[in-house]
């Protein structure tokens, strides 16, 4: 986890309370493609109260992650975007449609 707050800052991001509890989400369900609003949930069900976080800025920080390279965005037709955390470790793979 740590080397993901260390790309935030490479790219002068700060690493606020809501991007680091996106980014836990994230790491959390490696693996997974996860929609906007499946992070928003579970953010949710989370609950800390301090780390608040709106549905427009779970949407505004996932571009800026794509932007970065932080995470692959799968988009399919009609669909929701999905995203996926990019690691050190990730192995290519493809996406049957």
């Given at each position: 986890m740590n080397y993901l707050s260390k790309l935030l800052r490479e790219h002068n991001l700060r690493v606020t309370p809501q991007?680091?509890?996106i980014l836990q989400i994230?790491?959390?369900c490696r693996g997974h493609?996860?929609?906007t609003e499946n992070i928003y949930e579970l953010l949710a069900v989370r609950g800390d109260k301090a780390q608040k976080v709106g549905?427009?800025?779970v949407y505004r920080t996932?571009?800026?992650f794509e932007k970065i390279g932080l995470v692959s965005k799968l988009s399919i037709e009609n669909s929701p975007a999905r995203y996926e955390l990019i690691t050190h470790n990730n192995?290519?793979?493809?996406h049957l449609i």
């Open positions: 991007r680091k509890a994230l790491n959390d493609h996860l929609e549905l427009a800025t996932m571009e800026l192995l290519r793979h493809h």
